[in-house]
């Protein structure tokens, strides 16, 4: 059954992404880069909410992202992408599949198809659903060394905690430490069906 | 500090139960807290280990740890920070090793960096932190970060002006799933 990778840049404080969706405090090289076409590669199909599909979506079609990162947005431009939305009318970038809601269903069915992982970039809101319905597989958080102060949180308020599992740890010279993680299953409460 | 991944120091009612803490983790922490002549506390942290470290390692079924970190803490000198308790005469002979800031914290801090020793080490005390972070009295961070998303709780940033850049010195794995990411702040 394919996976669901959860991967995001963080601040040490917690924040995926500054003021206004600020990325500045990204330490990238080519390191980094090396690591992010190896992992773009080895998935065959993007998870997004709204927010985040529409910030993408607006960055990678320009002529800007394909001068500088051309390999990267060829990637991100032609993978299968997946797009979770009540709102949303229509999604307007190469290869998207929109889907309004049946979270859960609609995942399930996904995992089921043949094919590589699934990777789930930024999109805050729709990770923290998909963590509370225990969809996500593997979580990879690249912590910066940077306390930001302000921005937008990557893990939501939740009443439960999730427990994990430390698969292994990379450190950059950049000053990242990338941490793989697998949630606990063992002891996960069966899903109430009928009180 | 021992932190979540989403960088909690405790639940929302002070809960620690979800920390790791055992003897590889306890015997890393011991080589390095060795190095500092100083620690550093709120009350609230202090009177806990007020309450504990003094006597641990006399203890019948005291553990290596319990011993050595008793040891440590009866010599190691201890500045709390503290508007209601305070230094007068007729304190405990035990405290004579601990000095209170009660005001004027930054200054108070400063004036005691600038003396000749060791490294000040801040252990637990989320409510002093914050304030330390606040003021940039922090050099380092020094942290071990739980296999956990707690999801809510204390935080360990709260409050912060402007951003702090760091420099990581280094990582450590332990078995039981705890990382360790030791930084200093970068004053460029």
Request: net charge negative.
């Amino acid at each position: 059954m394919r996976k669901i990778i959860l991967f995001n840049m963080v601040t040490l404080d917690g924040f995926f992404e500054g003021l206004n969706h600020n990325l500045d405090w990204h330490h990238v090289d080519a390191e980094f880069n090396d690591f992010a076409y190896e992992q773009l590669n080895a998935v065959d199909g993007i998870i997004f909410g709204r927010k985040t599909y529409e910030l993408m979506a607006s960055y990678w079609t320009t002529s800007d992202a394909m001068t500088n990162e051309p390999i990267i947005a060829n990637l991100m431009n032609a993978k299968a992408k997946f797009v979770f939305s009540k709102t949303m009318k229509k999604a307007t970038w190469n290869n998207t599949l929109l889907i309004k809601d049946n979270v859960f269903l609609e995942v399930e069915k996904l995992k089921l198809l043949p094919g590589k992982d699934l990777i789930l970039f930024g999109s805050a809101t729709l990770a923290s659903t998909f963590r509370e319905l225990d969809l996500i597989d593997e979580y990879r958080i690249m912590i910066n060394p940077i306390i930001l102060a302000q921005g937008n949180p990557l893990f939501k308020q939740t009443s439960e905690p999730s427990p994990l599992t430390l698969i292994k740890t990379k450190t950059f010279i950049s000053g990242n430490v990338l941490l793989f993680y697998e949630p606990n299953r063992e002891n996960k409460h069966p899903t109430a069906i009928s009180k | 500090m021992h932190i979540s991944l989403d960088s909690f120091v405790a639940g929302p009612n002070g809960e620690m139960d979800w920390i790791k803490a055992n003897d590889e983790i306890f015997d890393f922490v011991g080589k390095r807290i060795s190095e500092g002549d100083t620690a550093l506390y709120g009350r609230v942290t202090f009177q806990m280990m007020e309450s504990y470290w003094p006597s641990a390692g006399a203890k019948p079924t005291a553990t290596k740890h319990e011993i050595e970190h008793s040891k440590w803490y009866s010599k190691v000198h201890k500045l709390v920070l503290s508007k209601t308790l305070n230094n007068d005469s007729t304190r405990d002979a035990e405290l004579s090793n601990t000095k209170i800031i009660s005001d004027n914290l930054a200054e108070n801090i400063n004036e005691i960096k600038n003396q000749p020793g060791k490294d000040i080490l801040l252990f637990g005390s989320p409510t002093a932190t914050h304030s330390l972070i606040q003021l940039n009295l922090i050099d380092g961070y020094w942290l071990f970060v739980n296999p956990i998303i707690l999801g809510r709780g204390i935080p360990l940033f709260v409050d912060i002006k402007d951003k702090i850049k760091l420099n990581l010195l280094t990582t450590h794995q332990f078995t039981c799933g705890v990382t360790e990411l030791n930084y200093t702040v970068d004053r460029q």
